[in-house]
């Protein structure tokens, strides 16, 4: 940090020497062959030290120097150096058009090439939004916030900072879509690594993969995969912002990073987030305390919501050595604290004490090397995982707040039937092997190997009757991925044909540590996926997966209260299809990217809670559906100045079950109930004073749908979630060239009733504020 | 949905009252809000827009994670019952319980909440009241036409909690916690408890049949099971009613046959024209019991004004059915009765409660002459939960689900026959009613 501050200190002497020195500027754009903006290319001087910058998101750059004449190198992967001698005057202000052309030798290279890596992974066959946080890290949101925004994905949260949600991906949802963090799989990192309380300003990008998931994401994803890719430079930088807001919010990230001369460097993440979570909550049901008689609606603030969480991750390693390209060692430690106002899908029970806590401990490490034609990379996770279920309280509350003590014999617990204090440890392994290697000028084959590992122990300090996991249950699973690439000249196509080996296998313990149960499964998985670029502006893609997902380790061995194990559970399957095409042009002052994809889902042998009907449940696979829908975005820039951007998604989820336990399913090709079929947002925005203050307008819209199958009940007593209509405001200033950055933004700017699942309200209008100080 | 204002005065009113209400136990300190909402509203009775007329139906839709409708219908011996387009739609599986003209229904924990549904006076049914719970309430009865009694069986605690609740407001009453059985032991988990099978009022004594339960654990100490522990004897707590107490005025037992009634079924005793009461005892494995039971299925009676076993008479109905054993029993009138008969024991624990086994008949019993019947004309079919058997004119109303079809029934009792009626879309009708 020390050192930090003293090249601040320099920098700042610099700055106003070159001021004092009546300073000339040179301003420019670095752009290709086809006029698209060429972004981070280097742009140095030759004569001055090689000092110089980076282009910046739109292929701008600004350099200060006094006059004379200079050589200007501008380099960028995959492209012609480009070498422009200009001649500076005093005072005046010099604009560069730089074009780089293509590096027709390195064009052969199948790994590089002039378009950007985001893009490239766009052009693939592959279903994928990519989407870069550049223009958001000014906004306080999270990673969910912003994914919410993609086309095809939904959303449903049950309340504010922190609370849990479910994210859908074309109607499949939940653990049926995966999480990886730089490529590391995020399985069982517990409660506190989730997208819900992320910072945006931690993360370069996002990729999310819709149904067909390329080897690399080692995992059982039914119905996609999200890839949270973290800032990877390699300079000194710091990015660090405090946001105060509503709901007594705080949250404050700091990522960091110091490089050596030799390459060596150590980074930081870390965040913490704290909120009240005290929004009022519009006509909820006031029951008697003593007899649980219904006394009437009343608008009340929550006043057991509380959040907090907090992350630090530092990470040493080192890049561009012959020994590896990277190389580092990351321990992640994270904590969090949760209070529940109610459970997440009931109102009616009010709770005013349970809360969970979460505690993980991760060390992991990752090496990249690319040998010639081959290209490795590895990498390896331990941890450690704590979750804690408080349901200690001996109160019951309504939503006025008031309580009562209960009376001593009756040992329920707010949530549970029994007070109880449940603690869950899990061991945590997961080992990742990736190696791409280029044969002649257009093939690739990459070979994958993912391993994973749980190890499930519980105990109750409260309840001796719960059992769940006092013997240890444990869980591996073993993907091998392998995958062949053919590509055209120029992109003009781009061919992958995968396969994917899922081994599982689960056991249980009992005290003295011998196996009792066994379970094994194995099956195989493969896909294809095709684009075709007839011009480099315009893809059409195709792509299918017959995917699986194994069961959780919940699904499979139970609760240990209500829930029996089942041993036979099958793996949910689902044959997943995408087309479609990419268009993404530019011309002086216009940019257009427009994406449509359609896709189809058939998904079977859903896992779902067989109901209880006698006295206990169990996992089961029941449920049989498909999925076909629409979703586009489009996204327009004129003159760098105005953007627009809008998502639109419409799917049908159709009950695809002939028969319920043999009877005829009177459901059977209607659409299922209680799950979003029609929604789509838009952002539109503006900067202004070149380009210093940037606001936009955020809307969205999810059109109402019912609770239960749409063709049954008496229309007049419909149980439905509402038409929702949420906008927000994100008003954002940034002075001396991005360091300072001070951002405003209002969500839910009209107050509406905001639900995304029945009777469960979200937040009203909020506003936060948000300061962030950007240097590298 | 339309919303009346109120005062805040009335809350506060009501919230103070329930301050006056729960002082007198001691230990509860309440606290108000330090930011009380200024403008409550509740929301007026609702009318659900569904006819009164005909019979109510609680009818268990296929698909959709089971939700129950109540539909109505004049006619049910012709065309199909849906709830296309009609009914009342609940929140989740719910249990259906009626007292006089009233029918209340209740969800599970996670749908914590019960109201009751009668008529409007406008040949519509309206909700009436609300009310939420803890523990789901399992096991019901009625007090008397107006009142219900509803009881919450947690799986791990002796104490039941039997809410007593008013039919005329669809509000609770009263709460007592109360023990039917408990029998500790130096292992918590081993400790044997009660599970219910009937809350039966007759003049100013509360019969509770139980069985003992413990839970079960596998050999990783994980609780997978409730079993019952002592399956060769029927047991009854006798309670004073309405002036419950905590504890039984007695438990009386009986070793002729075993444990009265099956999980889930309300009428483990039912109570005959002349105030004498009959119980049924199963023994079945496949019908929850952990070990069947080396006593016979069979009926024994309670006389009128007694509140000890009638020695001198059981019915052995496991021997008149050839190994049949009993898995319900309403009362039908005129000292008959209509019962469900497992004609075998599967031997797989809560079998008697899926899809997978289609053994059960329906039977006429004589109680008094110690007959049994079978019912012409219905196949042989599965039974989950029911509410009671609705019983008007000397026929029942039955809904018979077999391996690939659900139809209503009606039995004549006198003559033991049944006549197929409409077609269930759905997976079955879990009880029909009357509000009118």
Redesign the interface.
Known sequence: MENFRKKGIFFLMFWYAIMCNAQSKITGVVLDQKTNPVSEASVRILELNNSGTVSDFDGRFTLTVPSGNYTIETTFVGLKKNRTTIAVGKSKTIKLTIVLEEDIEELNDVIVKGRTQNEQKRNTGYAVNVLETKALKNVTTDINQVIKSIPGVNLREVGGLGSNFKLALNGLVGNQIRYFIDGVPMENFGSTLTLNNFPINLVKSIEVYKGVVPISLGSDALGGAINIITSNKKKNYLDASYSIGSFNTHRTAVNTQFVNKNNYYLKLISFYNYSDNDYEMK?V?????????????????R?NDEYTSTMVSPEFGVFDKSFADQWYFRVTGAYNKNNYQH?D??I??VLGQFNTEGKTLLLSTSYRKKIHKLEIKASGLLGWVKETNDDTSTRKYNW?????????????GELG??RSLFKLTDRVASSQVNAKYSLKRNHLIEANYAFNYLKRKGEDEVN????????PAVLSKNIAGLAYTLKGLNDFFNLTFFGKQYLFSAH????TGEK?EDVDFSGTGYGASLSVSPIKELSVKASYEKAYRIPESYELL?N???I??NFNLQPEESDNINLGTRLNTSFSWFKLTFDANFFYRKSIDFIRLK??????SEFDNITNVSSTGIESGIKTVFKDKIEAQFNITYQDII?K?RL?????????N?R??NIPYFFFNTRVGAKFLKNKLSVYWNYSFTESYF???E?????????DIPAQNVHGLDIDYSWKEGRYNLSGSITNLTDALVFDNFRIQKPGRAFYLKLRYFLQ | MK?LQ?NIL??AA??LG?VA??SD?D???????????P?????EP?V???SSNGFVMALR???????D?IVSKEDIMTGEI????????L?S?RFFYPVGKTLFTTG??????GAAYADNGKGLIAKK???????ALEMFGAGDDKTLLAMEI????P?R?LHIIDAETG?????S?INIFVEPAKD??ETKISWPTALQVRGDKLFIPFQKIK?E?D????????GTTDPDEAYIAVFSYPNIGTDPEKIISDNRTSNIGV??ATTGLIEADNGDLYSFSCGAVMA?FSQASTKPSGILRIKNNETEFDDSYFFNVEEATNGGKLFSLDYAGGNKAIARILTNDTGNK?EA?G?TVFNQKLVIIDLEAKTVTDVANIPLHAK??TSPILIENGKAYVSI?T????YVYQVDIATATGTKGAKI???TIKGFFRLK
């Open positions: 006509d049901p006031v029951f008697d305390l003593e007899l649980g008689n219904f006394l009437g609606n009343v608008d009340v603030k006043f459970p899908n009931n009616l029970r006025t707040g008031a309580f009562i003590e209960r009376n001593p014999l009756d040992q329920l039937s029994v001796p009757l719960n059992a769940a996991f006092r013997a249980q313990e009992n005290i009792i139970g240990g209260l209500f029996r194990p109901r209880p009907e006698g006295v206990f009950d079950d319920d336990e043999g009877i005829e399913n009177a459901a059977y209607s299922v109930p609770l239960k199958t063709n049954n009940g008496n229309p007049l007593d419909k149980n | 919303h109120i009335i809350l009501m919230l329930l209400c729960s136990d230990a509860p300190v309440p606290v108000s809000n330090p930011d009380p909402d403008d409550p509203e509740v929301v609702e659900t827009g569904q839709t296929t698909g959709d994670n089971e939700t409708y849906s709830a296309a387009g009609t009914g009342i739609e929140t599986w599970y924990s996670e749908d914590n909440q009241g609300g009310f939420i719970f803890e523990n947690a799986r791990n605690l104490t909690r509000l609770v009453k009263q709460i916690d918590p988990r839970n654990f050999d990783k100490g994980a609780a997978v099971d409730l999980n889930g929850g809560w409660f899809r989950r939960y689900e391996a690939t079809d659900a879309v759905g997976k």
